[in-house]
Nanobody, 123 residues
Framework: QVQLVESGGGSVQAGETLRLSCAASAYIRSGYCMAWFRQAPGMEREWVASITRGGGTNYIASVKGRFTISKAGAEGTLYLQMNSLKPEDTAMYYC?????????????????WGQGTQVTVSS
């Protein structure tokens, strides 16, 4: 069964750091596009960053230079390193994966989703 399980969210002050993790089942680890999305209260879900099967990365403009997406370890865990956090980064963050080598910003293109982890940044 395909599963994605996020962890690492929390409440921090502006300027601080968090690292989100997403543990994926073996089926997903075998080389698909993986991404992070977020959704703030009353807002549309938005794509944050993605990493291709080959390790290519892309980021939404508002997080470039502050966030880093990566995959590491024998288990192929997906990470989102978030530095210099801002109050506008407050949202539920979701890990997603799709069965294809290309990554997209549209959430509808992703087959699998985690349950989400809350990030709250106060000023």
């Amino acid at each position: 069964q395909v599963q994605l399980v996020e962890s690492g969210g929390g409440s921090v002050q502006a300027g601080e750091t968090l690292r989100l993790s997403c543990a994926a089942s073996a089926y997903i680890r075998s080389g698909y596009c993986m991404a992070w999305f977020r959704q703030a209260p009353g807002m549309e879900r938005e794509w944050v960053a993605s990493i291709t099967r080959g390790g290519g990365t892309n980021y939404i403009a508002s997080v470039k230079g502050r966030f880093t997406i990566s995959k590491a370890g024998a288990e192929g865990t997906l990470y989102l390193q978030m530095n210099s956090l801002k109050p506008e980064d407050t949202a539920m963050y979701y890990c997603a994966a799709r069965t294809g080598s290309n990554c997209y910003v549209a959430g509808t293109m992703y087959n699998y989703w985690g349950q989400g982890t809350q990030v709250t940044v106060s000023s």
